[in-house]
């Protein structure tokens, strides 16, 4: 569904399946979703998935498949998604200035034109946009001047690395057995370290990961590359305010629109961190490493756990 019904930021978000079984629910029966003890109601999904359904031949063709959970949980994801730029914003006193939002729509044709190929309609496009703002405005404010100091392995095998990451976020004190071991490069170059400062002007690649999504004391697993030939397990110590470099104060004009709104995507995961995410089960688990919803948690495109020493402060 992600190859069709695209995203501004990440491949394919999501959560909300159109609802049949019986499911006990977040924990209000009426809820597809339950972000910071905000409702998203089913109903507002099932509306949304049927409007979808109507304008996007994909979708129907995924619906005649009995693959109509995948429809629904993009559709939730972006509400999910879009309480979580809210709250961002909210954060970080950002107005957005509705006649950009207007405009971009516009640019693209009207709604209807924007809001084609995407699980948006005419209605909700406005919002959309106006997250993809909020996100821009929270990427340009901590391109240049955020750090994260952190201690990392590599690891070719996708299994060993999220399981190695589960148990350093058990004990910690695993962390430093595991750069030892861990293999080096083709070029002979040691895959791990310890006390890495890593800033996205000095290592773009790593732009749109969770490593910007997270408080200190996490423990993620994610792709290192896009051929997913490498796995980087991450212990995030430090979150760090630094002085941009001489030359780097336009960085964000130059960089991919969508890689600038996938990095403006972590920054308010990172503000929203606080916010407990509940999922119906009826539609699966949230999956904050591509910000979107799967059918369990074994369908996780990576890892994110604080270490136990962190849940005992």
Not at 101 to 124: F, H, I, L
Not at 164 to 172: F, L, S
Request: hydrophobic letters at 40%.
């Amino acid at each position: 569904m992600s190859t069709v019904l695209k995203r501004f930021s990440l491949v394919g978000v999501a959560v909300a399946l159109l609802a049949t079984g019986c499911g006990a629910g977040p924990s209000k029966a009426s809820s597809a979703a339950i972000v910071g003890g905000q409702s998203i109601g089913l109903g507002t999904v099932q509306d949304r998935t049927v409007k979808v359904l109507k304008k996007e031949p994909a979708a129907q063709q995924m619906q005649d498949q009995g693959k109509l959970d995948q429809v629904s949980r993009l559709v939730l994801a972006d509400e999910i998604t879009h309480k979580i730029a809210d709250y961002a914003a909210q954060r970080e006193n950002i107005t957005v200035d509705e006649t950009k939002v207007y405009d971009a729509v516009q640019e693209k044709g009207g709604p209807e034109a924007a809001a084609k190929q995407s699980e948006q309609d005419a209605t909700t496009i406005y919002r959309r946009q106006r997250d993809v703002l909020v996100m821009g405005e929270l990427a340009k404010r901590n391109l240049s001047t955020l750090e994260v100091v952190i201690d990392f392995f590599q690891s070719k095998d996708p299994k060993e690395a999220k399981e190695k990451a589960a148990e350093v976020a058990a004990d910690p004190s695993k962390m430093s057995r595991f750069i030892q071991e861990a293999p080096r490069t083709t070029g002979g170059q040691q895959a791990s370290a310890t006390n890495q400062r890593v800033r996205v002007t000095e290592n773009p690649s790593l732009v749109h990961t969770m490593l910007w999504g997270v408080k200190p004391g996490t423990v993620v697993a994610f792709p290192a590359d896009e051929q997913q030939s490498s796995w980087m397990v991450a212990l995030v110590k430090e979150r760090n305010r630094v002085s941009p470099t001489p030359g780097e104060d336009d960085l964000s004009e130059r960089i991919d629109p969508r890689l600038l709104g996938a990095f403006g995507l972590r920054i308010a995961q990172f503000l929203a961190a606080d916010l407990e995410i509940e999922v119906n089960p009826r539609y699966g688990v949230w999956d904050p490493t591509d910000a979107t919803v799967v059918g369990n948690a074994g369908e996780r495109a990576g890892y994110v756990g604080v270490t136990a020493t962190k849940n005992k402060s």
